[in-house]
C-alpha cells in the first residue's frame, strides 16, 4: 500500500469504521465500551422502515445489548413483545389447517433462565439500528457521520488514510490507526484490500413483502406465532408479524423479482388462503433475494479489518446472519482497544480471524442444512384436499417438519456453544470433566467453562448477573484471594494489563466452573480455567498477545 500523505489528513481518530448498519454501529459500542474513539461513516441518511431484513435478536446478541445498555430499551420499543409467543406454526395457509408447531424456539422463553443473563428477542433490523444510532449518538467516543461514503484508503504500518465523500462529492480525508470495513456485501473496504469472496449461491429465488392487513389477525385460528410456515404447494412461503397491530411480513419462496412485482398482492392473498372473502391487504415493500454461502478469503490486511455481510453471507434460515456479524464486532473491537489502550500487543489482532473466520464457516454450514428443508420441499398437494386427504398426508409432513426443522428454531448449541478453543490467546486448562463434551442432540446446550467457551452464565443473590459483575476488561472469576488468585492478579499488575476481581463462593465456583478460578476476557469467553499455573505472568503475556 501507498504510505499516507499525512499533509492530506483533514480528521483523525484512533479507529475509522465504515458503514454504520447494526454491525458497524455495534463496533462503535464495542470500542466506546473500552474508551477507545472512532468515526462511523454511512451513506444513508435514514433508516429504511419498510425492509425490516432481519427480525431475530439472538439470546447472545441481547447478552452484548445488555453490557452496551441497550437491552432495556430495545425490550421496551419493541412492537412484539418477548413473552408473547415462543412458537413456530406450519400450516396449509393462515386461514386453513395447522400441520404441526414447534414451542421454545429461538430462545424466545429464556426468561430470568439461568442459562443466559439475556433471552432472545424479536425484533425488526430498522428498530434495533435506530436503538444503535440512538446511542452512539449519546457516547463521547463516538461519532456518526451519515450522508458519507467511503471513496478511496491506503495504509501503511503506522496508519490508514481514508477518503470519504459526501451526498453533493465533498471530500474529506481521515486518518486513523485502523479501520474496519462494516459495509456490506458490496463492501469497498474488501475491493480496496483485494479480498475476494470464496463459495457459492443458491439459484432459487426468493421474493419479501411487506404489508398492512388489519383484519389478518382477528381472522386466524393458529394461535400467535412468530412465524407461520405455509405449506401451500401453489404457494409455499412465510410469515410473520411486523407488530401486534397490522403490519405483517412474509418469504414467498422460488418467486422471482420479475414474477413478484407483477401482482405481490395475489402471492399474499395466497398464502392468507382467503378465497372469495379477501382480507384487505395494502402491500408496503417488496424485496427479492437469493441466499449466498460466502466467506471472504480473508478478514484482513494489515490495518484494515473485515467484520459482518463484508466478510461472509449465510442464508437468512435461522437468523445467524445479523447477529453473527454482531459477534464480529465484539471480537475485533475489544481486541482494538487493548491495543490502542497499550496493554494488547499487535499480535492479539492475528486472533479476530483465527476466532471468526471457524465461526462464519459453521454457521454458514447450519444455516445451508436449514435451507435443504423449506416449504416447497415439505408440501404436499394432499394438504390442500378433503378432510380425509388432510388426515392421510399430516402425519407424514408432520414428522418430516419436526425432523428436518427442529435445529433452525433450537439452536443454542450454536448461538452459546462458540468456542475459541484453539485460538492462540487462549491457554489450555488442567481440567477436565463430563460438561466440557457437548451432547450429540443437535440444539442442545450445555454451560461449560472449558478455556475458549462463554463464561457459564449464574443469577446471584438479589437477581444479579454474573455477567454484570465483570470488568469491562479481563476479569478473574472465582477464588480470587486464594494464593493463585493473588499471583495472577499481581502479574496483571505487573504488565499492566486491566483485571478486574470477582470473588465468588468457593462451592458456587466449583459447580459453575469445575475449577476455582477462570479468567474471562472482555467478551466473556474463558480465557484460562485451573487450579494452578506455572508461570502467572506467562499465562498473562499469552491472553494478552504477547507471548
Request: hydrophobic share 45%; with cysteine; aromatic share 6%.
Given at each position: 500500500?501507498?504510505?499516507?500523505?499525512?499533509?492530506?489528513?483533514?480528521?483523525?481518530?484512533?479507529?475509522?469504521?465504515?458503514?454504520?448498519?447494526p454491525?458497524?454501529?455495534?463496533?462503535?459500542?464495542?470500542?466506546?465500551?473500552?474508551?477507545?474513539?472512532?468515526?462511523?461513516?454511512?451513506?444513508?441518511?435514514?433508516?429504511?422502515?419498510?425492509?425490516?431484513?432481519?427480525?431475530?435478536?439472538?439470546?447472545?446478541?441481547?447478552?452484548?445489548?445488555?453490557?452496551?445498555?441497550?437491552?432495556?430499551?430495545?425490550r421496551?420499543?419493541?412492537?412484539?413483545?418477548?413473552?408473547?409467543?415462543?412458537?413456530?406454526?406450519?400450516?396449509?395457509?393462515?386461514?386453513?389447517?395447522?400441520?404441526?408447531?414447534?414451542?421454545?424456539?429461538?430462545?424466545l422463553d429464556?426468561?430470568?433462565d439461568?442459562?443466559?443473563?439475556?433471552?432472545?428477542?424479536?425484533?425488526?433490523?430498522?428498530?434495533?439500528?435506530?436503538?444503535?444510532?440512538?446511542?452512539?449518538?449519546?457516547?463521547?467516543?463516538?461519532?456518526?457521520?451519515?450522508?458519507?461514503?467511503?471513496?478511496?484508503?491506503t495504509?501503511?504500518?503506522?496508519?490508514?488514510?481514508?477518503?470519504?465523500?459526501?451526498?453533493?462529492?465533498?471530500?474529506?480525508?481521515?486518518?486513523?490507526?485502523?479501520?474496519?470495513?462494516?459495509?456490506?456485501?458490496?463492501?469497498?473496504?474488501?475491493?480496496?484490500?483485494?479480498?475476494?469472496?470464496?463459495?457459492?449461491?443458491?439459484?432459487?429465488?426468493?421474493?419479501?413483502?411487506?404489508?398492512?392487513?388489519?383484519?389478518?389477525?382477528?381472522?386466524?385460528?393458529?394461535?400467535?406465532?412468530?412465524?407461520?410456515?405455509?405449506?401451500?404447494?401453489?404457494?409455499?412461503?412465510?410469515v410473520?408479524?411486523?407488530?401486534?397491530?397490522?403490519?405483517?411480513?412474509c418469504?414467498?419462496?422460488?418467486?422471482?423479482?420479475?414474477?413478484?412485482?407483477?401482482?405481490?398482492?395475489?402471492?399474499?392473498?395466497?398464502?392468507?388462503?382467503?378465497?372469495?372473502?379477501?382480507?384487505?391487504?395494502?402491500?408496503?415493500?417488496?424485496?427479492?433475494?437469493?441466499?449466498?454461502?460466502?466467506?471472504?478469503?480473508?478478514?484482513?490486511?494489515?490495518?484494515?479489518?473485515?467484520?459482518g455481510?463484508?466478510?461472509?453471507?449465510?442464508?437468512?434460515?435461522?437468523?445467524h446472519?445479523?447477529?453473527?456479524?454482531?459477534?464480529?464486532?465484539?471480537?475485533?473491537?475489544?481486541?482494538?482497544?487493548?491495543?490502542?489502550?497499550?496493554?494488547?500487543?499487535?499480535?492479539?489482532?492475528?486472533?479476530?480471524?483465527?476466532?471468526?473466520?471457524?465461526?462464519?464457516?459453521?454457521?454458514?454450514?447450519?444455516?445451508?442444512k436449514?435451507?435443504?428443508?423449506?416449504?416447497?420441499?415439505?408440501?404436499?398437494?394432499?394438504?390442500?384436499?378433503?378432510?380425509?386427504?388432510?388426515?392421510?398426508?399430516?402425519?407424514?409432513?408432520?414428522?418430516?417438519?419436526?425432523?428436518?426443522?427442529?435445529?433452525?428454531?433450537?439452536?443454542?448449541?450454536?448461538?452459546?456453544?462458540?468456542?475459541?478453543?484453539?485460538?492462540?490467546?487462549?491457554?489450555?486448562?488442567?481440567?477436565?470433566?463430563?460438561?466440557?463434551?457437548?451432547?450429540?442432540?443437535?440444539?442442545?446446550?450445555?454451560?461449560?467453562?472449558?478455556?475458549?467457551?462463554?463464561?457459564?452464565?449464574?443469577?446471584?443473590a438479589?437477581?444479579?448477573s454474573?455477567?454484570?459483575?465483570?470488568?469491562?476488561?479481563?476479569?478473574?472469576?472465582?477464588?480470587?484471594?486464594?494464593?493463585?488468585?493473588?499471583?495472577?492478579?499481581?502479574a496483571?499488575?505487573?504488565?499492566?494489563?486491566?483485571?478486574?476481581?470477582?470473588?465468588?463462593?468457593?462451592?458456587?465456583?466449583?459447580?459453575?466452573?469445575?475449577?476455582?478460578?477462570?479468567?474471562?476476557?472482555?467478551?466473556?469467553?474463558?480465557?484460562?480455567?485451573?487450579s494452578?499455573?506455572?508461570?502467572?505472568?506467562?499465562?498473562?503475556?499469552?491472553?494478552?498477545?504477547?507471548?
Amino acid at each position: 500500500m501507498k504510505k499516507p500523505p499525512a499533509a492530506e489528513v483533514h480528521i483523525r481518530t484512533p479507529v475509522l469504521v465504515v458503514g454504520g448498519g447494526p454491525v458497524g454501529l455495534a463496533t462503535a459500542l464495542e470500542l466506546s465500551q473500552h474508551g477507545t474513539g472512532c468515526i462511523v461513516v454511512e451513506p444513508r441518511l435514514d433508516i429504511s422502515w419498510l425492509r425490516p431484513r432481519a427480525k431475530t435478536t439472538s439470546t447472545r446478541t441481547m447478552e452484548h445489548f445488555r453490557r452496551w445498555g441497550i437491552a432495556d430499551t430495545v425490550r421496551r420499543r419493541a412492537p412484539i413483545p418477548q413473552s408473547w409467543s415462543d412458537e413456530v406454526v406450519f400450516c396449509t395457509t393462515l386461514l386453513g389447517r395447522e400441520v404441526t408447531r414447534f414451542d421454545h424456539c429461538l430462545g424466545l422463553d429464556l426468561v430470568d433462565d439461568d442459562l443466559v443473563a439475556e433471552g432472545g428477542q424479536q425484533a425488526p433490523q430498522p428498530l434495533i439500528e435506530s436503538i444503535m444510532r440512538d446511542r452512539v449518538g449519546e457516547l463521547a467516543e463516538a461519532e456518526l457521520l451519515v450522508g458519507h461514503r467511503i471513496v478511496a484508503l491506503t495504509q501503511n504500518d503506522s496508519g490508514v488514510v481514508a477518503t470519504i465523500a459526501d451526498g453533493s462529492g465533498n471530500l474529506t480525508v481521515i486518518g486513523s490507526e485502523f479501520l474496519i470495513g462494516c459495509d456490506g456485501s458490496r463492501s469497498v473496504v474488501r475491493e480496496a484490500i483485494g479480498a475476494k469472496y470464496e463459495g457459492s449461491a443458491d439459484e432459487r429465488p426468493n421474493f419479501n413483502v411487506v404489508f398492512r392487513a388489519e383484519s389478518l389477525a382477528s381472522r386466524m385460528r393458529l394461535g400467535d406465532a412468530v412465524h407461520y410456515w405455509v405449506l401451500n404447494p401453489g404457494q409455499p412461503g412465510l410469515v410473520g408479524r411486523l407488530n401486534l397491530v397490522d403490519e405483517w411480513w412474509c418469504v414467498i419462496m422460488g418467486v422471482s423479482a420479475e414474477e413478484g412485482v407483477v401482482d405481490p398482492a395475489r402471492l399474499i392473498h395466497n398464502l392468507i388462503g382467503d378465497g372469495a372473502d379477501p382480507v384487505a391487504i395494502e402491500v408496503l415493500a417488496t424485496d427479492p433475494w437469493r441466499a449466498r454461502m460466502q466467506v471472504a478469503d480473508t478478514f484482513r490486511s494489515g490495518r484494515v479489518f473485515l467484520a459482518g455481510d463484508a466478510a461472509h453471507q449465510n442464508p437468512p434460515w435461522g437468523g445467524h446472519g445479523f447477529n453473527t456479524g454482531i459477534g464480529d464486532a465484539v471480537n475485533i473491537g475489544w481486541k482494538l482497544s487493548a491495543v490502542l489502550n497499550g496493554w494488547g500487543a499487535e499480535t492479539l489482532l492475528d486472533s479476530y480471524e483465527i476466532e471468526r473466520r471457524p465461526v462464519a464457516r459453521e454457521t454458514i454450514a447450519v444455516a445451508t442444512k436449514n435451507m435443504s428443508i423449506l416449504g416447497p420441499q415439505l408440501a404436499d398437494p394432499r394438504l390442500m384436499g378433503s378432510d380425509d386427504d388432510f388426515a392421510c398426508a399430516r402425519p407424514a409432513v408432520a414428522a418430516a417438519t419436526q425432523h428436518g426443522k427442529r435445529a433452525e428454531f433450537h439452536s443454542l448449541d450454536l448461538v452459546l456453544g462458540t468456542s475459541y478453543a484453539d485460538s492462540p490467546i487462549v491457554v489450555a486448562d488442567d481440567v477436565t470433566t463430563d460438561f466440557d463434551v457437548a451432547p450429540e442432540e443437535p440444539g442442545v446446550y450445555v454451560p461449560s467453562a472449558a478455556a475458549g467457551n462463554r463464561l457459564p452464565h449464574k443469577w446471584l443473590a438479589g437477581h444479579r448477573s454474573l455477567f454484570d459483575s465483570l470488568g469491562s476488561e479481563y476479569s478473574l472469576v472465582g477464588a480470587v484471594n486464594s494464593a493463585l488468585g493473588r499471583q495472577l492478579l499481581e502479574a496483571a499488575v505487573s504488565l499492566r494489563i486491566p483485571l478486574a476481581a470477582v470473588q465468588l463462593d468457593c462451592q458456587v465456583a466449583e459447580d459453575l466452573f469445575a475449577a476455582p478460578l477462570v479468567l474471562v476476557r472482555p467478551d466473556q469467553h474463558v480465557a484460562w480455567r485451573g487450579s494452578r499455573a506455572s508461570d502467572a505472568e506467562a499465562l498473562m503475556r499469552t491472553v494478552s498477545g504477547r507471548a
